[in-house]
């Protein structure tokens, strides 16, 4: 049981630690909403266009692009909390379809870098992302749902925790004001039990 709890924070750690033609006029006239004469018929390359294309929940994730300053807080049963200092860059991607975000910090002295992809999928009605860092080379996949219009995104995926089993991720992207959000990791493994979790709080610098 100790060892899997080891092994558990350790891939935690390394999972959560980073790591139209012409010229636009300059005053837009204000959208209205589609009427049956305006909106894209069905089936037709325009509706196919719209619904492909970034809508409210993408415009919510576009506000949190800029420089980020990290503070990282790792709690593991048992041991008192670490806590560490980062930095992200985060920039919307492929025509605001994606939030893309590069990360940078330390654990246990030693240097990590990470990246995250998030978006919405239109036609799951979900939001999707995808965690990459310098300590695997695995891809961990994500899928969560909003009940306040991208202020809060939940999201849990799971990844194999080098025992046998497999350790299930919940995620909470929590956006404070304009200038913070905070992302809330609590991990469950295989048995049951609750293991490591992680609290960052994102700073935009100024």
């Not at 995808?130 to 999201?155: E, P």
């Amino acid at each position: 049981m100790k060892t899997r709890f080891v092994v558990t924070a350790a891939i935690l750690a390394s999972w959560m630690f980073p790591i139209g033609a012409g010229l636009a006029q300059e005053k837009q006239e204000k959208k209205q909403p589609p009427t049956e004469q305006t909106k894209p018929k069905a089936g037709s390359d325009e509706e196919a266009f719209e619904f492909d294309g970034p809508g409210p929940p993408h415009k919510a994730l576009a506000k949190l692009a800029g420089e980020y300053t990290t503070a990282t807080k790792f709690t593991m049963s048992g041991a008192p909390a670490e806590e560490t200092k980062g930095t992200a860059t985060l920039k919307m991607i492929l025509g605001g379809r994606f939030l893309s975000e590069e990360n940078a910090t330390t654990f246990m002295g030693e240097p990590t870098q990470g990246m995250h992809l998030l978006g919405y999928n239109n036609a799951g009605s979900r939001y999707e992302a995808a965690w990459l860092y310098t300590g695997s080379t695995a891809i961990l996949n994500l899928t969560g749902t909003s009940k306040d219009d991208g202020k809060t995104i939940s999201l849990e995926g799971s990844f194999d925790d080098g025992a046998g089993g497999k350790t299930t991720l919940r995620i909470v992207l929590r956006t404070v004001d304009a200038d913070h959000f905070v992302e809330t990791l609590k991990s469950v493994e295989s048995d049951g039990n609750e293991g490591p979790t992680l609290e960052t709080t994102y700073t935009r610098k100024k």
